[in-house]
Structures are given as C-alpha cells and as structure tokens.
C-alpha cells in the first residue's frame, strides 16, 4: 500500500487529481483521512505520482493503527524498509484523535531495536507517522518541494504577466486531463500551463491570438528546457482551422477572465462558448478538457449543452474580485 498527502488549498481538487494518474497506473484511492489518502497501488503508480502538483508528498504505508499502542506494537511486528539512518516525524492533521506528543521518541526506539540507526539532523529515510481519526506510519518516498514550483512562478519567468495560475495549479489541469501523451492550451497566454505539461514530458500545443504571447511563451518553454513543442498565431474560436486533420487527447486551459483589451474586443461569455464548442470539435471521442472560469459564467451548463460530460467542479476565492471555479469535462 502507498499513501499521499494532499494540499488543503484546494483539497477535492487535489484528491481528483491523484485519483487521475491512479487511473493511469491501474491504482485506487483505498480510503482518505482527512488530507492523508490511503492508495492500493504499488511500484507501477510510482511515474505517475511524481506527477503531481496539489501533494506533499508519497510514500510507502507500513502501519495504520486506531491507538498509539497499537501502532506501536504492530510498528515492532513489521519489516521495516529503511535504507541506512532513520528519523520520525509526526504529521498532526486538523482533525487529529489521539495523543501524539511523545510518538516520535516512542515508535523510533521500537524501530531502532529491530538494529535501525537513528540521525535526527541528517536522515537516510524518513518515517512519517499521520495522527487522523486513525494512525498511519510509512516512509517517504518523495517530497513535492515548493521551491521547485516557486521558481516557476510567473515573476521568475523571462516572458510573464502577473495574472497567471500558480505552476502548482497548472500541473494539476494537465494530471486532470489524465495526458498521456500531448495536449493543447488554446488560450496559452505566457505557456504556464505548457510549461508544467512538457516537464511532464508531454507533446505541447498552444495557441494565442496574440504574436507577442506566441513569442513569449516559445521564450518561456526554451528557458525551461522544453524543445517538443507547437505553437501557433490564431484564433481560439477556429481551432479546427488550424488543426484540421488533428484531435487531441487532452486540452488544458485558464481563458483570460477580464477587460475588452485581453478578450480582443469580444464579449466574455459569447467568446467562452465559442471556445467551448471549438475545443470539443477538436477533442477526441473520451478525452478531457480542464478549463477555468470566472465563477458568474455557468462554465457547467454551457459545456453540457455542447455536449461535455461533467466530471469535476472546483471552487476557488483568489481575491474579493475574482472567484472562479476549475472544471474537468469528459466529450
């Protein structure tokens, strides 16, 4: 059994999104404690967790346990996995029913009996014990570092606007999309969204109306070592123009939300629903589209009336002028 914790900013978002790649790798979400996720999945799950974007962390689950004592007994039954020194580290979660103050010290001299070394500054494996309704205790097997997000946070880019989705986000609408291969960003902006996908290793397309976008997110890609990619000047209302004989396995996008100036003189919500129906013409038969709107546009009616299928719907308050929610639709 793995196990992932999930962010809380955005915690159903974030559950769907390892949901997602474990469809991917013939996995499950097993159970879910709060923002800790119990996951049957093994090894094979592995290239698709280290994907994610709304996570801490995975690991390995070793124990669950409904009190202290018996974590504590079943940690000194169990074979443990660690390579070299060991520490424990306790994970409080909000909704967290037992007495976890002096665990750390307690399970680590179980552990240390069975002939495992201790190093409290410098650890070779890290056991991490969660304090939910139950006890789980496992070992990390990777941490989503924030810095390696920050430093592609929009200011860090060399071609960037302010009004940008966080890198975090971005890699999550792609893991959504469950892309396998490719997937295309018909209103790209600066290439965030493109930018998380072909880390992924992913094919990237992307369109903009605007040439100085189109320049700008090549620019960004580049930066980022990013080198399989399409890019096009036109019109996200006429994707079927530009890719005539192309359907994509996967879309991803965040449509500008504001002034007449950034929609090229169009009404918001005539040039959302032309988008819409362009993206589901060039959207094969059971792909995804991930996609932001502004939360007064009824992003989930006007996609059903096209003919998409809802399959997630994500609300997020950014500031007192913008609330938007996220959604995931199925053709």
């Known amino acids: 059994m793995l196990y992932v914790e999930i962010l809380g900013n955005l915690p159903e978002m974030a559950r769907d999104e390892v949901k997602a790649m474990l469809e991917l790798a013939g996995g499950r979400i097993a159970a ?36 202290v004592e018996e974590l504590l007994r079943k940690g000194g039954e169990v074979e443990w996995p660690i390579e070299g020194t060991f520490k424990v580290d306790t994970e409080t979660m909000a909704n967290c029913k037992h007495d976890v103050l002096d665990l750390p010290r307690k399970l680590g001299a179980v552990i240390h009996a069975q002939g495992f070394r201790v190093n409290l500054s410098r650890p070779d494996t890290l056991v991490r014990v969660y304090c939910g309704e139950r006890l789980y205790a496992g070992i990390r097997l990777k941490f989503f570092d924030p810095k390696d997000f920050e430093k592609r946070k929009a200011h860090h880019r060399p071609f960037f606007r302010p009004i940008s989705l966080h890198p975090r986000v971005s890699r999550a609408l792609v893991n959504l999309t469950k892309a396998r291969e490719e997937i295309l960003d018909p209103m790209m902006g600066a290439g965030g969204i493109l930018m998380e996908a072909g880390l992924l290793g992913l094919k990237v397309y992307g369109v903009d109306i605007r040439p100085e976008m189109v320049e700008g997110a090549e620019m960004n890609l580049r930066h980022y070592g990013i080198t399989d990619y399409e890019l096009r000047l036109g019109d996200a209302t006429k994707l079927e123009e530009l890719f005539p004989e192309k359907r994509f396995e996967a879309i991803a996008t965040d449509p500008p939300y504001g002034t007449s100036a950034t929609l090229a003189g169009r009404r918001r919500d005539e040039l959302y629903r032309k988008v819409l129906r362009s993206m589901y013409n060039v959207l094969m038969k059971g792909g995804r589209l991930a996609i932001a709107f502004p939360a007064d546009f009824d992003g989930e009616t006007e996609a ?28």
């Open 304 to 331: 059903e009336k096209i003919g998409f299928k809802l399959l997630g719907k994500y609300y997020q308050r950014v500031h007192k002028s913008l609330e938007r929610y996220f959604y995931v639709f199925e053709k």
């Open 32 to 67: 879910q404690d709060y923002l800790f996720l119990k996951l049957d999945a093994g090894e094979e799950a592995f290239p698709y967790l280290d994907r994610l974007g709304l996570s801490h962390e995975y690991g390995e689950l070793v124990v669950e346990a409904d009190s």
